[in-house]
Antibody, heavy 121, light 111 residues
Framework: QVQLVQSGAEVKKPGSSVKVSCKASGGTFSSYAISWVRQAPGQGLEWMGG????????NYAQKFQGRVTITTDESTSTAYMELSSLRSEDTAVYYC??????????????WGQGTLVTVSS | QSALTQPRSVSGSPGQSVTISCTGT?????????VSWYQQHPGKAPKLMIYDVSKRPSGVPDRFSGSKSGNTASLTISGLQAEDEADYYCCSYAGSYTPVVFGGGTKLTVL
């Protein structure tokens, strides 16, 4: 059974960066695209970007271009999402999600448990 | 503002059917057959209910069905049950530049 296990909750100061990890088990890591989706308190789902591990190239939502970096480490089957220049509006639960395919389609069949990132001075 | 437009809320009584719409453009919903629907209960991660417009993952009841006409996709839930009360999100492939877009979400209330 595929599992995505994310790192724990973070509290960050405005202007700093956060790096969240997502470790996959039970499947072939490099065969599927991985995306990061966030959800601010009381708000909807927002796609931030994704990566196809076998190619290593990431694609980001325009809103996050220049602030987000998504990477993978195939040796540990782990994906990472780093968000910089944090502001209070970045307070949200961040999810990693595995695409059903080896391309980014928005079909997410497995999700991590979510990581709460709180940005506060 | 979300890329895909969904009604903020819908409601229905147990046993009834409800349909949630998801309107996009020819650059996303209308242009590809990669439309997915997610169910999210409070405090939980989203769950895939429909993918590729109308396919159901294993384990999802056949009360859930999806369709698409032009730039609008729809999720229909028949035989409503109390446990169907949740938030529902549509999602579509939108091309190689920004591949994935979500709808704003619809809160389903079972009366």
């Amino acid at each position: 059974q595929v599992q995505l296990v994310q790192s724990g909750a973070e509290v960050k100061k405005p202007g700093s960066s956060v790096k969240v990890s997502c470790k996959a088990s039970g499947g072939t890591f490099s065969s599927y695209a991985i995306s990061w989706v966030r959800q601010a308190p009381g708000q909807g789902l927002e796609w931030m970007g994704g990566i196809i591990p076998i190619f290593g190239t990431a694609n980001y939502a325009q809103k996050f271009q220049g602030r987000v970096t998504i990477t993978t480490d195939e040796s540990t089957s782990t994906a990472y999402m780093e968000l910089s220049s944090l502001r209070s509006e970045d307070t949200a639960v961040y999810y990693c999600a595995r695409d059903c395919y080896d391309i980014l389609t928005g079909c997410f069949d497995y999700w991590g448990q979510g990581t709460l990132v709180t940005v506060s001075s | 503002q979300s890329a895909l437009t969904q009604p903020r809320s819908v409601s229905g009584s147990p046993g009834q059917s409800v349909t949630i719409s998801c309107t996009g453009t020819s650059s996303d919903v209308g242009g590809y057959n990669y439309v997915s629907w997610y169910q999210q209960h409070p405090g939980k991660a989203p769950k895939l209910m429909i993918y590729d417009v109308s396919k159901r993952p294993s384990g999802v009841p056949d009360r859930f069905s999806g369709s698409k006409s032009g730039n609008t996709a729809s999720l229909t839930i028949s035989g409503l049950q109390a446990e169907d009360e949740a938030d529902y999100y549509c999602c579509s492939y939108a091309g190689s530049y920004t591949p994935v877009v979500f709808g704003g979400g619809t809160k389903l209330t079972v009366l």
